[in-house]
């Protein structure tokens, strides 16, 4: 059996608290920012101190308060929206008897969350007014319809894993994708002052900012745009901070699940196991939805290949060292939960939860280190986002039910093509190193176009060439990470019976 050994999960556990404390580092940076005036020209030790100065002025401004209820309100509304349509999706799918149909469905399901913010919106504004988020009374709405897609995928994902496991153990798949489905609902509560940071920031605009300005937009057009890197640093610890207590209240219900070394059954016969005929049908399918979204966007202008073309080999470069960056963390955190060091895992999850996304510090560090302007900060810091985390964190709660080294393998492979994604269609976090044209991926060239400030005209002239260049990729990596999954579940093993 090809389990994993004591031994080799103490060497993953070392490696994991490793890459945890260097995770961390950026967040010191920050806090250490909060506490000067930052000069760019004098440096982080030479600009002078300002004690709790910033904190002070941050605590007691009426914006700070009014973006962190923004933060939390969308958020809620984010999550009753998912909750709202993945629960129900891992319930009825849960009835599925075939075990193998059942794995296949539990990796489809994830492919909405690989779909990029960018191209949500524009999907919205060709059904939707305009005014959809040009308004105050509206914008709450339409940033539910943007976000709802994403997180029910993630819900009932976890929903269906988990009612493949609970049935496996000879118990009710309906209540394992319940059990699923609100375990996920708990580990995004993490994200309660951080909503979707791509959503937001497209659809945020002057005319609705009472309601739609957030922690991060908040930060980015104050910190990075304006460059008052010690008050942004301070928003970061302040939000961390709070941040804190739902992030441990989701480690310690990550723990229980951790805990619960039930005895399964293998869910496919051997034979069966490497037999994937829904492969070419899921390709079919892809391309499909691409000739859809080609309708749907109008005929594109195809002269513009040759300009996209130069933009090809950055795309390509950026997913592919994020990928592999995000791999490495994978294995790091998948085979220390497939080990016997759970409470490790819990306790490295708790940090990355809560200070992982040190954008100020991470910024500081790859300009001082001169990173600005290539693709190596970008692709160390892609894993950082909170989407990865919470999709690798369900990840480690499924390989814990089975220990066996290639299922883990094939989930931290589907981790690490998720980072891929992103980075092939999301614009976080190029945008804060790419300032070059000739070094934009995809990404965030239909970032560029989609988030103008001219938000009720931002529709008209769209380039659907882009949005294909954007979107057919992440939807063959959608299925190659659903065709991962579906391998994995169908070989948890017997082990623990």
């Not at 962190?68 to 599925?96: C, E, K, R, Y």
């Not at 509206?138 to 943007?146: C, E, F, R």
């Not at 999301?426 to 989609?450: C, D, K, V, W």
């Not at 057919?472 to 990596?477: E, F, M």
């Amino acid at each position: 059996m090809n389990t994993l050994s004591s031994r080799k999960s103490s060497a993953w556990t070392i490696l994991l608290v490793l890459v945890t404390l260097a995770s961390l580092v950026p967040a010191l940076f920050s806090l250490i920012l909060s506490l000067i005036q930052y000069q760019p020209a004098r440096g982080l030790f030479g600009s002078p101190f300002a004690g709790l100065q910033h904190y002070a002025q941050i605590l007691s401004s009426f914006a700070f308060t009014r973006v962190v209820a923004n933060s939390f309100l969308l958020w809620l509304v984010s999550l009753g929206a998912a909750l709202l349509l993945g629960l129900p999706a891992a319930l009825l799918g849960s009835l599925v008897k075939d075990n193998r149909t059942l794995a296949s469905l539990a990796g489809l399901v994830l492919l909405p969350a690989l779909i990029p913010a960018s191209v949500y919106l524009m999907l919205l504004l060709r059904i939707f007014p305009s005014t959809l988020f040009a308004s105050r009374n509206t914008y709450v709405l339409g940033y539910a319809l943007q976000t709802i897609l994403p997180g029910a995928a993630l819900v009932a994902f976890a929903g269906l894993a988990f009612a493949l496991i609970w049935r496996a153990g000879g118990r009710s798949a309906p209540a394992g994708a319940l059990t699923g489905g609100l375990s996920a609902a708990l580990l995004a509560g993490f994200q309660m002052l951080q909503p979707s940071y791509e959503a937001s920031l497209l659809s945020a605009n002057p005319l609705v900012y009472e309601i739609a300005d957030t922690l991060d937009t908040f930060n980015y057009r104050t910190s990075l745009m304006q460059m008052n890197i010690s008050q942004g640093a301070t928003v970061y610890v302040l939000r961390s901070l709070f941040q804190f207590v739902p992030a441990l209240l989701a480690a310690l219900v990550l723990f229980v699940l951790l805990r619960k070394n039930q005895a399964i059954q293998p869910l496919a016969a051997p034979a069966a196991q490497d037999r994937s005929r829904g492969t070419l049908i899921a390709f079919v399918v892809a391309a499909v939805l691409s000739l859809a979204l080609l309708f749907a966007f109008g005929r594109p202008a195809w002269g513009i290949a040759g300009e996209l073309s130069r933009n090809l080999l950055p795309s390509l470069l950026l997913a592919f060292s994020a990928a592999l960056v995000a791999f490495a963390v994978s294995c790091l955190v998948l085979f220390g939960a497939a080990g016997s060091a759970s409470l490790v895992t819990v306790i490295a999850g708790v940090f990355l939860l809560a200070f992982s996304q040190a954008t100020v510090g991470q910024y500081i560090i790859a300009r001082s280190l001169g990173l600005i302007g290539t693709f190596i900060a970008p692709a160390l810091t892609g894993w950082l986002q909170p989407s990865f985390l919470l999709l690798i964190l369900l990840f480690a709660l499924l390989v814990r039910f089975g220990q066996r080294q290639s299922s883990t393998l094939r989930l931290a492979f589907a981790g690490a093509l998720a980072v891929a994604a992103q980075a092939w269609g999301g614009f976080i976090p190029a945008i804060l190193y790419l300032n070059s044209p000739q070094t934009f991926s995809y990404g965030l060239l239909l970032r560029n176009m989609a988030g103008s400030a001219e938000i009720i005209s931002m529709v008209e002239g769209t380039r659907p060439l882009l949005v294909l260049a954007v979107l057919v990729p992440c939807l063959l990596i959608g299925f190659a990470i659903a065709w991962l999954v579906r391998q994995a579940l169908i070989r948890l093993p017997a082990e623990h019976a």
